[in-house]
C-alpha cells in the first residue's frame, strides 16, 4: 500500500520489492519502489552514484510530486544541500530541483493541471476557478522556499559551479513567484 498519495505520508511505506510475484505495476507501487531503491543508492558513499540516485530520484518527484513531503520528511532535501554533501551532490540537487520548477511551469501552461482538474467530477467549479484543487503545483516550491535560507548560504559557497547553479534556481523562484525578492537583495 502507498501511503504518501493518501496523504499519510509514512516514509516507511516505500519499500523495494524483492518477490517477483508480488511486483505490481499499477497505481503507485512501481515508482514508490525505485523511490526506495534510488535512496539505498543516495545513501552510497560514492560522490557519482549520489548524483545519480538524485537524477533518478529527480523523475519520480517530477511524476509524484507528494513523494517530494516524503523525502522532507526523511531529511533527503535537508541533507542534499547541506554543508556535509560534496559539492558535486549541492550541484546535482540545485539542477534538480531547476528541473522539478522548469516541468511544473510547463505542466500548468501547457493546460495539463487546467485539464487534470477538469477531470475531476468532484470538483465545484468556485474551486476550479481559485485553483485551490491543484495541490501538486505547489508542493515542491513551498518544500523548496522552507530552505531558502540554506539556499541564500549557498550563494556564498566556495564552489563556482554551486554558486552559479543556485543563482540559476533563485533566479527561476523569483520569476515564479515562489521567494520575496527583497529578501534576495543581501545576497
Not at 127 to 145: A, F
Request: hydrophobic share 40%; aromatic share 6%.
Amino acid at each position: 500500500h502507498d501511503g504518501v498519495d493518501d496523504y499519510t505520508l509514512d516514509p516507511d511505506s516505500f519499500f523495494i520489492v524483492t518477490n517477483v510475484k508480488q511486483l505490481q505495476f499499477s497505481g503507485n507501487v512501481l515508482s514508490s519502489a525505485c523511490f526506495a531503491l534510488f535512496r539505498e543508492y543516495l545513501d552510497k558513499d560514492d560522490e557519482q552514484t549520489k548524483c545519480l540516485a538524485l537524477r533518478a530520484m529527480n523523475g519520480v518527484f517530477i511524476s509524484r510530486p507528494r513523494v517530494v513531503l516524503a523525502a522532507e520528511q526523511l531529511g533527503i532535501i535537508s541533507y542534499v544541500i547541506s554543508e556535509r554533501a560534496p559539492p558535486s551532490v549541492q550541484i546535482e540537487s540545485l539542477r534538480c530541483w531547476r528541473d522539478i520548477l522548469l516541468a511544473e511551469e510547463i505542466r500548468i501552461e501547457s493546460g495539463a493541471a487546467k485539464k487534470k482538474m477538469q477531470a475531476q467530477k468532484a470538483i465545484s467549479l468556485s474551486k476550479r476557478i481559485s485553483g485551490d484543487q491543484d495541490g501538486d503545483s505547489c508542493i515542491s516550491g513551498s518544500v523548496l522556499t522552507k530552505h531558502a535560507d540554506r539556499l541564500y548560504e549557498l550563494t556564498l559557497s566556495k564552489d563556482e559551479k554551486v554558486r552559479q547553479m543556485i543563482i540559476d534556481l533563485i533566479g527561476h523562484l523569483l520569476r515564479q513567484g515562489l521567494i520575496n525578492p527583497m529578501a534576495t537583495v543581501p545576497h
